[in-house]
């Protein structure tokens, strides 16, 4: 069935656009190959809008096939009318084909059904009638009381009749649809605390009694409310104004006084008492959980991707730890393509105090393989082996480079993984998870694409929403992000080479496998050599696959080969070879588009082709950048309300953000505290990643809860700086050589915090904040010469300890 017209009224776009997009995701198109290389066919229609055109098929596709079920039972049934069918087949929502069929849909045994059988229906068709009879309705029930069947009462003739009908109401798709929306507009979402939480802290107190109109509850507080019930720690309940709902029953059915009217009016108040009140009551609360879980997909994908296309410090030799206590902290050490070179643990917290030998261990790491940078994980005593690693770098001035704390999240899942025992099958899951720490701070995205995107950890809620379509939405983020940046076809693992465009798992192993027996691949033509790697996923996944130093410059670019032909064209005209044009805007500039028009080629596609000649490998991720933590504060315990502190953005919600500043435990900045100006939504002014400046403003150690603000601080009525800076004010880097910072930032360029904005700043002051450079240039760390070694490591360890 053809679905365009539809989608494209739903979705505001054109139908030739809808139905060329469908055309070719039927023809095995996928969505970055049909973003990225088919813009003229489609409008330029771009991966979200193509995204939401193939939910909508399949939610479309999922009624129709509904429909048909429907539409069978109720034939089977014979009460199929040429008015039913057409209801059913023009129906465009679940819900609403659902209250169609609802008289239709097999019940089991209930009140009504007794009462059928009991030959009750003529008696509840007289009373819907509403006809005056002549005899009061007790004379006219007599007529149906059977001994036989055990009916002797006529009030519980009238009874039987009434459930009949009652059912009848609770089954009418209009009273439905309307009783429906008023509870949506009208009712009242009250929490309260249960009765073995009562008195007890927990993290749902603030909802321990607690209301507000459903129509305006945020997705994250219904969120919340949700675990919260989940943990039996909260009740929920709807409360509406029962009395108006009923009386809009009663208005519909009853025609005016007659001897049925009392009936009637029971009749109603029991059908929504008994059957419309629950399942309205559920029905609501399902619609407020899928559109809570809708908005919550929406900020996990994109905290997913804020994770995805974190800047990358690229190729640096990096030696990674992961922080431990007793069983010591492990290290790593990458070469600037991060190979793994070696390995080890040293021991220097409590229990053992070995700061000595660790120092000499990792100072001979450091200068044997040249490292650039440290990363070190955010876990169990993060602060305190970086603490170390600054008490080190104090002591061997211009010897340690940089440090990083680098996000664990997923590390152990990857560390125990059938991959990782791949790639490294010699080594413990311990060792495996530090490579996965450095190799993180060297490309997050080739790292983390070996992870369930679910166990990185992309939001507050994502364990209390649909897991099945959860995993969807985030599967589809990774799959745009690795062809947004592309991939080096002669260094990705199998696992990220799976997620290009076109290519399957067992594709993508056997381009591994093709190149550890073969070597390097020289250019993109190569690949077609792989068993396999058929003409469609060519098509599909070459412009995403890169070839650095192919002889052919177009092979390490975003130009799909389909074009090659064309550009040896464009060379001609401006009488250069290829490889003089690639890159060099002066020539480029000399292009004129219009000669190159054609049915197959549009200028959207020429526009893309000249972006990609002018700058070819271009990287869409930030230029990285770290930030630094204060080293006195280690522990909840050490925040000082008031402090103003350097953090980084973990998690970004409507209501707000979540700041690692350093203590094991985010704090947040309500969307309220985020600017002196009004924000909406802290999505729109801060991303996961983004190095800030913030003030605590309360601790609760507790229940863990810290409050940060990025506001100016108040002084005596008047908005300033304060004391360490202006609210929300960015650093640029590294403070000096031993510089300490948060992975995820933008740049490494060496600064102290710019003066901020006085006053009050707009929304645009603060984004410019956020965009904010540093000033300077940071020294690389210089390495001591392997002669002066032994004398530098005897004088600084007199005063490690």
Known sequence: MDFSAIIAEELNLEVWRVSKALELMDQGGTIPFIARYRKDQTGTLNEIELRDISHRRDYLQ????????????????????????????SCKDKTLLEDIYAPYKPKKRTRATIAKELGLEPLARLMWAQEEQGNTAEQIALIYLSEEKGLADPKAALKGACDILAEEVADNAEFRQYLRAAVEREGKMFSKVKKDFEGQETKFKDYYDYSEQVSKIPSHRMLALRRGEKEKVLRLSIEVPTEELVGYLKSKIIKGQTTWTPYLEAMCQDAWDRLLAPSMES????????AAEEEAFKVFSKNLQDVLLAAPAGHKAVLALDPGFRTGCKVAVLDENGKFMDHGIIKPHEPWNDKAGSAVYLMGLIDKYKVDLIAIGNGTASRETDAFCAEMAAKFKG?????????????????????AIQEFPKEDVTTRGAISIGRRLQDPLAELVKVDPQSIGVGQYQHDVNQRELKKRLDEVVESCVNMVGVDVNSASAPLLSHVAGLSNTLSEAIVKYRDENGAYGSREDLKKVKGFGPKAFEQAAGFMRIPGAENPLDDSAVHPENYALIEKMAEKVGVPVKEMVGNAEVVKGINLEEFLSDSVGKETLNDILKELNKPSRD???????????????????????????GVVTNVANFGAFVDIGVHQDGLVHVSEISDKFVEDAKTVLTVGDVVKVRVVAVDAKLKRISLSMKTE????????????????????????????????????????????????????????????????????????????????KNALRGLK
């Open 62 to 89: 999922e009624l129709t096939d509904r429909k048909e079920t429907i539409l069978k039972s109720i034939e089977e049934q014979g009460k199929m009318t040429p008015e039913l069918k057409a209801q059913i087949e």
């Open 283 to 290: 029905e609501v609360r399902l619609l407020l959980k899928d």
């Open 620 to 646: 869409p991720r930030k230029e990285f950048r770290y930030a630094k933590f204060d080293d006195k504060i280690k522990e909840i315990n050490d925040l000082i309300t008031g402090s103003w502190m350097e």
């Open 714 to 793: 108040q002084v005596d009525g008047v908005a300033g700086a304060g004391a360490n800076g202006p609210r929300g004010q960015r650093v640029g880097g590294p403070r000096g050589q031993g510089g300490h910072g948060n992975f995820g930032g933008r740049d490494n360029r060496n600064g102290r915090p710019q003066g901020g904005i006085q006053g009050h700043a707009t929304i645009a002051d603060l984004k410019a904040q956020i965009a904010g450079k540093s000033n300077g240039q940071q020294k690389k760390p210089g390495n001591a010469q392997p002669a002066k070694m032994n004398s530098l490591l």
């Open 399 to 419: 010897k340690v480079p940089p440090r990083v704390i680098v996000s664990e999240a997923g590390a152990s899942v990857y560390s125990a993984s059938m991959i």
